[in-house]
């Protein structure tokens, strides 16, 4: 079944929009899913039908989701996630793009990706910092900076969006999101949005079960008082072992989880499978837990290779490597 075939079938009896029209690899692609929900957001909303989402992924891979949309608001995303509800259509939230692995055959359904600038707000109240699901981890570490409060420069080498953050429970430098949250705010599958003491809300290594199922809206940090030239020195040395350890070419960053035993990058480096490349797909040459693509890759190319590291390090050190990376969509057909 085709994208559009797949969109026809969720709508409802005697829904006969005009349809949304995108243009997909030279063909145009009519989508009436797309159509019945334009009219329902606010002017300031994007709808788009049959988006590639290679390009809206720090990857770089993958194919179109049915219906990409930018709520501008919350009003906008409650909107979304009852009109999908009331047909049955899947709903996937898009951050930033990075921790993440789209299939070939795209994504059926609506993607979610909150980039408008009502997401995207950073506001400082003395050691509080609230902001919005969209906002770049790195603006919350320089608005904490800014302000002279330390505890969140380990967000600065971390390539995401606050959102994903929470979903993720992402980390680095021995220092994870949930350590030093207050508050987060979600929204419902029904649209409704509640608010909870982040104590309240239990996370695990790289998971955050709660969002499995909540869309993020927003999250208050806390800070402790420091000096901000101290500050800013512990974010430029981040900076520059990030910019010596990690490759510049597109990825998604760390691709396995690190094994209780051993860091996955330094397992994959002593089975020497740095460079071991399918297609356009690479193991870096500069950190042995990231995949890259050199040009031109596919997903299917990137999980290929994964699986290859995968079975190397079952078959010759017995580790059972688990993915960190986010996998969705389909296969192509």
Excluded at 89 to 102: E, F, K, M, T, Y
Aim: aromatic share 4%; charged share 25%; net charge neutral.
């Amino acid at each position: 079944m085709t994208a559009t075939a797949t969109i026809r079938s969720e709508t409802r009896p005697g829904e006969v929009p005009a349809p949304v029209a995108a243009t997909a690899g030279g063909a145009t692609v009519f989508s009436p899913l797309a159509a019945l929900l334009k009219p329902r957001l606010s002017a300031a909303a994007v709808v788009l039908a049959c988006e590639p989402l290679a390009r809206r992924t720090t990857l770089k891979v993958g194919g179109p989701a049915d219906v990409y949309v930018e709520p501008a608001g919350e009003t906008d995303l409650a909107e979304v996630l009852r009109f999908c509800r009331d047909r049955a259509v899947p709903v996937r939230i898009l951050g930033r793009g990075s921790n993440l692995l789209v299939r070939d055959g795209g994504v059926r359904g609506v993607v979610v990706c909150l980039a408008a600038l009502a997401f995207a707000q950073v506001e400082v109240q003395g050691p509080l910092l609230r902001a919005g699901a969209g906002a770049r981890l790195k603006q919350v570490a320089a608005e904490a900076r800014r302000h002279a409060l330390t505890g969140l420069e380990f967000l600065e080498g971390i390539p995401g969006s606050v959102g994903g953050a929470l979903r993720m429970n992402a980390g680095a430098h021995q220092a994870w999101t949930f350590g030093v949250l207050e508050r987060v705010r979600w929204m419902t599958p029904e649209g409704e949005a509640e608010e909870k003491p982040a104590s309240a809300v239990p996370a695990e290594y790289r998971s955050c079960p709660a969002f499995r199922t909540n869309l993020a809206l927003a999250a208050v940090f806390r800070g402790q008082p420091g000096d901000e030239a101290a500050i800013q020195a512990r974010m430029e040395a981040f900076r520059r072992q990030r910019q010596e350890t990690q490759p510049r070419e597109a990825s998604a960053g760390c691709i396995f989880k690190n094994p209780a035993t051993i860091p996955a990058g330094r397992l994959i480096d002593e089975l020497g499978l740095k460079g071991t490349r399918i297609g356009g797909a690479q193991v870096s040459t500069v950190h042995g837990n990231f995949i890259v693509n050199t040009g031109g890759a596919t997903a299917a190319e990137v999980l290929e290779l994964i699986e290859w590291v995968r079975v190397e390090a079952r078959a010759k050190r017995a580790v059972e490597l688990e993915t960190e990376v986010e996998i969705v969509g389909e296969d192509s057909v």
